[in-house]
DNA sequence: CACCACAAAGCTGTCATACAGGTTGATGTT
DNA sequence: AACATCAACCTGTATGACAGCTTTGTGGTG
């Protein structure tokens, strides 16, 4: 099948070389089947357990998909393994809540204004309803947090960018992981009342497509945000 | 040591989960030593097998390092995993360059701000330093590219958010593969020249202080960057 | 001829074992 | 106290084994 290249820098590291370049040069689709680990193996004159440990290193950055007794498939984007690595930098003290928060607002605020030129009819709709379903859901903090998330998901998938999705939806592990601390900042009913009627602000502007008040709206919600984090104490 | 959590979701998943929980648990912060594979895998009730392929998912994303007959340590974060995640989006059709190109310009023209308000006088100096070295590599397109990535992966650290630095780190591995496209399209010499007097300015104005001038300058440098793209046949 | 049931072959998940070679820490020497 | 040496420990890779799931092909049935 071919060789591999850097035979010095383990074993492993040059399979998940070979298979990427595999990958490459037959032109695998997402959902195209990969050869079996025993063919690879034989092919890439290494051992299985080799192979196999590869394998994983790829489904971890989920380039690929395994399943048991299937063939290994290639993976559609997903900002899975993204979450990961940003949870693991805030939880090491290398990023920070607030630079989470610096990049999203820099993201979203260009997301709303491509939301608002570019969303279909059916997206203008999904954005609104996860706004009211969060004022329905006022008093499920849970799923309200659900359906913030959805909310932001849903502008970021209408900007047609699929790469302002995946990086909207990598913040949104940490981002689920520090929303309650900013909802309970959030002490009176008017203020919680306020958050709600930004998300719904933002989603009438882009239902209007206008982009200017989608954005003034989006930069609010991150200005009341980022206020309540920092009055919950977050640096 | 603990339980295994989502017992039915494959043992290597549930252990990568029990090792991420380990590093949260213990405040592990990157350098600090795991376990060995001996002592999780007693610990855990998994084979060696299992935990090694734990270990292999978590290196593939950068949030432990590996390395022969040392322990496995923990990661600082690094934009590698991110790089790949993207060439493999692009390679399989489901991000285009352009769409890479608008997300960057959203991203970077941020960044010039930040580094204009914040760069130190070292990174300053950095910053002009590298459009200097384009200029003096001018004849040599290998070193030129490497030293416009080096560009703006100063400006990014110089705007002292570390997810700007991982987001514009991530995008470079494509980068460098479709820099080439871009170069060999400006075919005028002025059209190189410019290009690299964009560089320039943008340095002037970040060392400046200037923030409008180096959104100024980074603006026209994506404007100049996706029409030389276009024209040589990328969608 | 189309369709279904079923068995065989193939594939992945996990475990145990073995050994080469790198790393670390303790021991003892100067 | 500094250093050299070595034993214990650790990781990287290979092999073999088996359970359980999936795919495929076969042949029978309507």
Same mark, same amino acid.
């Given at each position: 099948?071919?060789?591999?290249? $850097? ?31 025993? %063919?690879? +193996? /034989?092919?890439?004159?290494? =051992? ?43 939880? %090491? $003290? ?7 928060? $610096?990049?999203?607002?820099? !993201?979203? %605020? /260009?997301?709303?204004? @491509?939301?608002? @030129?570019?969303? +279909? ?5 999904? !954005? *609104? ?7 329905? +859901? ?7 947090? /659900? ?7 849903? @502008? ?19 981002? +689920? ?6 909802? *309970? ?6 203020? /919680? ?25 989006? =930069? ?8 309540? @984090?920092? =009055?919950?104490?977050?640096?």
């Amino acid at each position: 099948m071919g060789e591999l290249t $850097d035979p010095g820098g383990g074993l492993v590291s040059s399979t998940v070389g070979a298979i990427t370049r595999l990958i490459r040069e037959q032109d695998l689709m997402p959902g195209d089947r990969l050869p079996s680990e025993a %063919t690879l +193996s /034989r092919d890439l004159q290494v =051992s299985r357990t080799v192979v196999r440990e590869a394998f994983r290193s790829l489904a971890a950055m989920r380039i690929i998909e395994l399943a048991t007794g299937k063939r290994a498939t290639v993976a559609p984007i997903d900002h899975g393994a993204m979450s990961l690595i940003i949870e693991h930098g805030v939880h %090491t $003290d290398q990023i920070s809540i607030q630079q989470i928060y $610096d990049v999203r607002r820099t !993201i979203e %605020t /260009r997301i709303v204004t @491509l939301a608002s @030129l570019r969303r +279909s009819d059916d997206e203008a709709r999904i !954005i *609104r309803e996860e706004a009211e379903a969060m004022r329905a +859901s006022i008093a499920t903090p849970e799923e309200l947090m /659900r359906h913030d998330l959805a909310f932001h998901m849903a @502008l970021a998938r209408a900007s047609k960018n699929p790469v302002f999705a995946l990086i909207v939806g990598a913040f949104q592990g940490i981002t +689920s992981q520090t929303w309650p601390i900013g909802w *309970r900042s959030r002490t009176s009913a008017e203020g /919680r009342e306020a958050m709600i009627a930004n998300h719904e602000k933002i989603a009438e502007a882009v239902a209007d497509g206008d982009p200017e008040r989608a954005v003034a709206a989006m =930069s609010q919600h991150f200005d009341e945000s980022v206020r309540a @984090l920092i =009055s919950a104490g977050l640096t």
